[in-house]
């Protein structure tokens, strides 16, 4: 097993990424990444765990079915005292293993499978569009690309997908914004997660009287799951089908807003695309996916039995976060990975989405809505430029999903 | 299974057909595969899981096919040389 190069005093996580560029990892993670073993790192309440951050470790940890998801288990590694709260209250199955976990996201997977999620496109530009004419109508030319567009798109769409009165966006995006927060105290993450359930609980049950052609509505005609469940079920997808895309679009934004080159790129592709040939377009969503990777808090698995990943030892009951971006970056698997560009050959072999059986069920409509969203931006609003010095940008290093806080824009 | 880097997949002596099975048991639906390679793999309408549309791939998409069994999120895609 190789030990060599550990440092002495073990890092803890999740560490900065600040004084770097903000679209790049940890710098700690990407030195862990050259080295040969898993790294031996510290969590917040001191608890020790094992660092995957080389793409082919993360594959193999995150697809071997010797590491387990449940949260329940003893050791499982968390990022924050919040993270737990999250977790061991209200498992969802994306903390839970086969089969228990394959009977709840089956009931889902016909929702996400491309076929249909290609057909939502319509639906989505129009959702788009609507949104991007409310921002160019406005005298001032300005607009803050977060809340006026990258936040309400994915929003609007998962509300229709589920049945969930868009009305109540403020507050379930308060509830979700709480949740995601890796520094929130665990009453207050407890207390989010609550009121968000309770919501969608009652929502199921008026669904019982009031039926509609959404998600939470047909579970509650397939009678399978309680209220309870069904609002468990519910908050995963909300949550996740909107803060993930919501930052992936405004980052992409702002990413391409730096290099005037690649969003030129994208442009060429999108016109390719209307010409009926996708594939540049799904290339450079894929690349902007693998390069700003948002979910920064570490997948967490724990070893049922010793499992060997890339030299390294992990023994039963221990925990493993595989960081995603660190692994999106691995020259080993993307040469020169730490450049974007929207030309990639295989970068739709990014770890953004996580793997294994786990692999986000969303995939298919994020992608969708980042193929609609980019380009509409930039045909919509050309001259789009920053309307702050780049220096001011708040980007979201204390939540789990990475991004801007705001993105100030004028055109 | 192939290896994990693009390139390196390749067998010494070239192989004359490709056998492709699926484990819809195995599958969790992520439609991967579909993305890959839209000619051999489809989901099935009820629940996404994968669908194998032809079990012996012409040469043309064998690259194709070693990505999805390569990015099967599930180990659901196995391909076999013959």
Redesign the interface.
């Known amino acids: 097993m190789a030990t060599a190069a550990r440092p002495s005093a073990p890092l803890t996580v999740p560490a900065a990424r600040r004084g770097t560029c903000p679209f790049d990892p940890p710098p700690a993670y990407e030195r862990a990444r050259g080295q040969e073993a898993l790294a031996r790192v510290r969590l917040w309440d001191g608890s020790p765990c094992w660092m995957a951050t080389r793409?082919?470790d993360i594959?193999t940890v995150?697809?071997d079915r010797r590491f387990s998801a449940d949260a329940t288990r003893p050791g499982f590694p968390f990022l924050s005292a919040g993270r737990r709260a999250l977790t061991v209250d209200r498992p969802t199955f994306i903390r839970m293993d086969d089969p228990g976990h394959?009977r709840l996201?089956?009931m889902l997977?016909?929702d996400?499978?491309?076929?249909k999620v290609a057909a939502m496109r319509p639906a989505v530009r129009a959702v788009a569009d609507d949104l991007l004419d409310r921002m160019a109508a406005r005298p001032g030319r300005t607009a803050d690309l977060v809340a006026d567009f990258a936040l309400p798109l994915p929003s609007v769409v998962i509300c229709l997908l589920l049945g969930v009165p868009y009305a109540e966006h403020a507050f379930f995006q308060r509830c979700s914004a709480t949740m995601l927060r890796t520094d929130a105290p665990p009453d207050e993450v407890r207390a989010a997660q609550s009121e968000l359930l309770e919501f969608l609980a009652g929502l199921a049950a008026a669904k019982r009287s009031a039926p509609d052609d959404g998600i939470i509505s047909r579970l509650v005609a397939q009678g399978e799951l309680d209220d309870d469940e069904i609002a468990s079920m519910g908050r995963l997808l909300l949550v996740a089908g909107h803060e993930t895309t919501a930052n992936m679009t405004s980052l992409s934004v702002l990413a391409l807003l730096r290099d005037p080159a690649q969003a030129e790129r994208l442009r060429e592709a999108a016109r390719l695309d209307d010409a009926g040939d996708g594939a540049a377009l799904?290339t450079a969503v894929e690349e902007l996916l693998r390069y700003l990777t948002v979910v920064q808090s570490g997948l967490a698995r724990i070893a049922r039995e010793d499992v060997e990943v890339g030299g390294t030892l992990v023994r039963a009951g221990e925990g493993v976060l595989c960081m995603l971006g660190a692994g999106n970056r691995d020259e080993?698997?993307f040469p020169d990975g730490g450049r974007l560009d929207l030309e990639r050959?295989?970068a739709?072999?990014h770890l953004a989405f996580?793997?294994?059986?786990?692999?986000?069920?969303g995939?298919?409509l994020a992608c969708l809505e980042l193929r609609v969203a980019l380009p509409a931006v930039l045909e919509r609003l050309p001259g789009l430029r920053l309307a702050v010095p780049f220096e001011e940008l708040r980007f979201r290093h204390e939540m789990a999903v990475y991004g801007l806080h705001e993105l100030p824009v004028a055109w | 299974m192939s290896p994990d880097r693009p390139g390196a997949s390749g067998p010494a002596a070239p192989a004359r057909a490709l056998r492709v099975e699926v484990d819809q048991d195995r599958c969790c639906g992520s439609g991967m595969c579909v993305l890959n390679a839209p000619g051999v793999f489809d989901q099935r309408d009820e629940d996404g899981i994968v669908v194998l549309l032809d079990g012996r791939p012409p040469e043309g998409v064998w690259r194709e096919v070693r990505d999805a069994e390569s990015g099967c999120p599930s180990q659901a895609i196995e391909v076999t040389e013959l």
């Open positions: 793409h082919a594959r995150l697809r394959a996201r089956r997977t016909a996400f499978m491309i076929r799904d080993a698997a050959p295989g739709r072999r996580g793997f294994g059986v786990h692999q986000c069920l995939q298919p």
